[in-house]
């Protein structure tokens, strides 16, 4: 019964974080703008493989996020 779990966790530990999904890494980046992430959520994302695809989307929230920041103000600017 202990070569089973040993095993088990043998195989655990050699398996490669998977690439997260488009979904995984919006969830991600919206919890992250909100401050709202939990440790566990956190530590998968830092154990991915690569920075890319966080830096990426984080970058067109940030360009989505500014925009529309922009149209808001001069939607209300206009209105006066």
């Given at each position: ?26 969830q991600s980046i919206l919890a992250g ?10 530590k998968e994302d830092f154990s991915s493989?690569?920075a890319g695809p966080y830096i990426i ?24």
């Amino acid at each position: 019964m202990s070569d089973v779990a040993e095993n088990k966790n043998k195989a655990d530990e050699n398996k490669k974080p998977r690439n997260p999904g488009v979904l995984k890494i919006t969830q991600s980046i919206l919890a992250g703008a909100l401050g709202v992430q939990s440790d566990k959520r956190r530590k998968e994302d830092f154990s991915s493989h690569s920075a890319g695809p966080y830096i990426i989307a984080g970058l067109i929230f940030a360009g989505l996020f500014v925009g529309g920041l922009i149209l808001v103000v001069n939607l209300v600017l206009a209105g006066q």
